[in-house]
């Protein structure tokens, strides 16, 4: 039997987007959640260098899906390698479900040239009334994921039935509730099934996460998503005084590819 996963009492609410917006609003959240995410910039440069092949005079425009960059750096950073390379930045799509993240990157891509003007859209990646608000602008050639799945994760699992939820929920979901009267997701594997609508054969799904069983047990993910790698990387390290011995603490970037 499958245990029902439910929210731990007193755990922060990452899964509330209250929670967020009081964060962003009151400057207590820094932006930077486990590292700055070098590599995962990296990885998705990489990606797209080797899968979008370049045509003579054709202007390149890359389609990055960012989840929850609430007031993180790593999307501007991202655009910056991009017009380095003559991408357009405005491929690159922010979806928060924080209204303050939406409203300040909204706000700050205000002045930008319109090539370049990243969107920002509010959507709760619980909900496919508002995932599926992202499908003019897919498919998405890549998901940029840092710590938002790990956010999503706390929050409890979703128990849905083909009664109540069918006409509400995603294609893969609705195969699922077709085969079965009820079904119960864990948080990120609804994600999973919800992004795959938004995204074609090849698509990377690159994800910078603090666990190491990030995507494990997770078991319709395997019908649409294939786990290509799975990378340890050494996490900044924190205050300690000379004496104190502090083991190595690794984050782990997961390469997931659309089947």
């Given at each position: 039997?499958?245990r ?15 929670f967020?917006d ?17 590599a ?24 990055v ?20 390379r003559?991408?357009?930045g ?18 700050l ?11 920002w859209?509010r ?7 508002d995932?599926?608000?992202l ?14 799945s ?8 979703h ?6 939820d069918?006409?509400?929920s995603c ?65 900044p ?15 782990w ?7």
């Amino acid at each position: 039997m499958m245990r029902i996963q439910t929210k731990l009492k007193g755990a922060p609410d990452y899964d509330d987007p209250e929670f967020w917006d009081t964060r962003f609003a009151t400057g207590s959240d820094v932006g930077e959640w486990l590292n700055s995410g070098e590599a995962l910039i990296d990885a998705v440069l990489s990606n797209l260098e080797n899968r979008i092949v370049p045509q003579k005079d054709m202007i390149r425009k890359p389609r990055v899906l960012h989840l929850g960059p609430g007031v993180s750096e790593l999307g501007n950073k991202l655009r910056d390698r991009f017009i380095e390379r003559k991408w357009q930045g405005n491929g690159i799509v922010n979806a928060d479900f924080s209204i303050e993240a939406v409203r300040r990157g909204k706000e700050l891509e205000s002045n930008k040239e319109s090539a370049h003007a990243m969107p920002w859209l509010r959507v709760d990646l619980r909900s496919w009334s508002d995932v599926s608000t992202l499908s003019d602008f897919a498919p998405f050639d890549v998901i940029l994921d840092k710590s938002t799945s790990d956010a999503l994760a706390t929050s409890e699992d979703h128990q849905l039935s083909r009664q109540n939820d069918f006409l509400t929920s995603c294609p893969a979901v609705q195969k699922i509730l077709l085969k079965n009267a009820a079904t119960t997701l864990k948080p990120v594997e609804l994600l999973a099934l919800q992004l795959f609508p938004l995204t074609q054969k090849g698509s990377r799904w690159i994800a910078l996460s603090y666990s190491t069983i990030r995507f494990d047990g997770l078991h319709h993910l395997a019908d649409h998503w294939t786990l290509q790698a799975r990378i340890p990387l050494k996490a900044p390290a924190g205050p300690a005084t000379p004496s104190t011995y502090v083991p190595e603490i690794f984050h782990w970037m997961y390469i997931l590819e659309r089947r």
